[in-house]
C-alpha cells in the first residue's frame, strides 16, 4: 500500500510529463522532415546511380600553332590478308584511332582491290595505313594521299618511299638489337647477315649501328635459297654468330632447317626473328611487338597532320622490341646470362 502510494503522482507532475513527451514527438517530426529534404535535394542534384555510363566522345579537332581548329583526318587501313601478322597490328592501330580508323580487308581478287583503291582515291580526305606488302602495293596509286605502311620487308624492290609515302619498319630497333646482343655476349666481334637484293639501305645504317657498339657486320646479298646456304657457310670462318632477317625471297623453310643445324653444331650464335626459331638453336630471338608497330604508325599519321608530306625518315624502327634468349643454347656456348637479361631466358 505504501508502495502504491510512493508512485502516484500529483496534476501537476502528470502536466509536465505531458508537456516533455509532446516537445519530444514534436522534435522527432522535425529532425524526419529534415531527413526528407535533405534525400530530396540530393536527388535533385544527381542522377540517379545505376544511369549508364556513356564513354566520352573521341576528340575529333585539333588546334594549330595558328590557334585555328582542324578536323582530324579519317584513316583508312588496308590489311594485305587476314594472318594475325597484319590483323593485329590492324586492330592495335584501330584501338589508337578509335571512330576515326576504317578497317579494309583486301583479297586475292585484284579487281574488287581496285574497286577498293578506286574508291578511296575519289572520297574524301583521308590519310591510309597499308599493312603488308599486297596493300602497300595495291595502294601506290593514292599518290596524292599521305601513307604509311608496315609490315613489309623488301620495300626498296617495290618503289613504295615518295614524300606523302613512308613507312615503318618491321625490324626493331637497330640500336637496341645490336646493343642487346653485346650485352649478353660481350665477346663476340663479328656477326654474318645474309638477305636478298635491295636492302643496301637497312644494311648500311646496320653496319653504322653494330660498328657503335664494337661489332662488325659482314654482308652477303644473294638471289636464292641456295645461294644463302653457300654464303652461310662461305662466311663461317669469319663471324661468331649470325643475324638473321625475315628474307622469305631467299630463307626456305629447308634452307632455315639446315642453316640452324650447321650453326648448332659449329657452335655458332645465331639471333633470330621469331621466338618459335630458338628451338631449332637460335640464341636470342629478337622482334617488333604488334602495339609497337601500330604506335610507331600512329605517330607517323599525327605528325603528318595539317601537312603536304610525311616529315622525318622513309622509314622509322619501333624502339622496343620483344626479347627472348634461349637458356640452353647459352649453356653451350659457355655464356654466362647477364642479371639484367636473365627475366628473358628460357628453355624453348
Known amino acids: 500500500m505504501n508502495d502504491l ?6 496534476p501537476q507532475e502528470i502536466w509536465v510529463n505531458i508537456l516533455t513527451f509532446t516537445l519530444l514527438i514534436l522534435r522527432m517530426r522535425w529532425y524526419w522532415i529534415f531527413l526528407l529534404v535533405v534525400f530530396f535535394v540530393q536527388g535533385c542534384a544527381r542522377p540517379p546511380s545505376t544511369a549508364p555510363y556513356t564513354a566520352p566522345a573521341p576528340v575529333t579537332e585539333r588546334t594549330t600553332v595558328s590557334g585555328k581548329k582542324t578536323h582530324a583526318i579519317q584513316v583508312e587501313i588496308l590489311v594485305s590478308e587476314d594472318i594475325p601478322a597484319y590483323t593485329e597490328v590492324a586492330n592495335e592501330l584501330v584501338k589508337l584511332l578509335g571512330t576515326r580508323g576504317t578497317l579494309r580487308l583486301l583479297t586475292a ?13 575519289t572520297s574524301e580526305p583521308s590519310q591510309i595505313v597499308s599493312i603488308g606488302l599486297n596493300a602497300a602495293i595495291a595502294s601506290k596509286p593514292l599518290k596524292n594521299r599521305q601513307l604509311v605502311f608496315c609490315q613489309v620487308y623488301n620495300y626498296q624492290n617495290y618503289a613504295l618511299i615518295t614524300a606523302r609515302h613512308k613507312g615503318v619498319s618491321m625490324l626493331p630497333s637497330l640500336p637496341l638489337t645490336f646493343s642487346t646482343w653485346r650485352g649478353l655476349s660481350p665477346g663476340t666481334t663479328d656477326i654474318g647477315v ?11 645504317s646496320a653496319k653504322a649501328s653494330a660498328k657503335h657498339y664494337g661489332l662488325t657486320l659482314h654482308y652477303e646479298s644473294v638471289k ?25 625471297r631467299v630463307l626456305s623453310e629447308n634452307t632455315l632447317r639446315n642453316i640452324m643445324n650447321f650453326s648448332v653444331r659449329n657452335s655458332k650464335q645465331v639471333a633470330v626473328f621469331s621466338e618459335e626459331l ?4 637460335g640464341l636470342l630471338s629478337m622482334s617488333s611487338a604488334h602495339h609497337d608497330i601500330a604506335q610507331q604508325v600512329y605517330e607517323r599519321l599525327e605528325q603528318a597532320q595539317a601537312k603536304d608530306a610525311i616529315p622525318g625518315p622513309d622509314i622509322v624502327y619501333p624502339e622496343k622490341m620483344d626479347l627472348h634468349i634461349n637458356s640452353v643454347m647459352a649453356g653451350n656456348l659457355s655464356l654466362e646470362i647477364p642479371a639484367r637479361y636473365r627475366k628473358f631466358a628460357h628453355a624453348p
Open 224 to 248: 636464292s635459297d641456295k645461294e644463302f646456304q653457300y654464303a652461310f657457310k662461305k662466311i663461317s670462318t669469319k663471324v661468331q654468330g649470325y643475324w638473321l632477317l625475315p628474307d622469305n
Open 194 to 204: 645474309i638477305s636478298g637484293p635491295g636492302m643496301d639501305d637497312v644494311i648500311a
Open 278 to 281: 630458338l628451338k631449332l638453336g
Open 5 to 10: 502510494t510512493h508512485m502516484k503522482k500529483t
Open 109 to 121: 581478287n585484284k579487281l574488287n582491290n581496285y574497286k577498293i583503291i578506286s574508291k578511296i582515291n
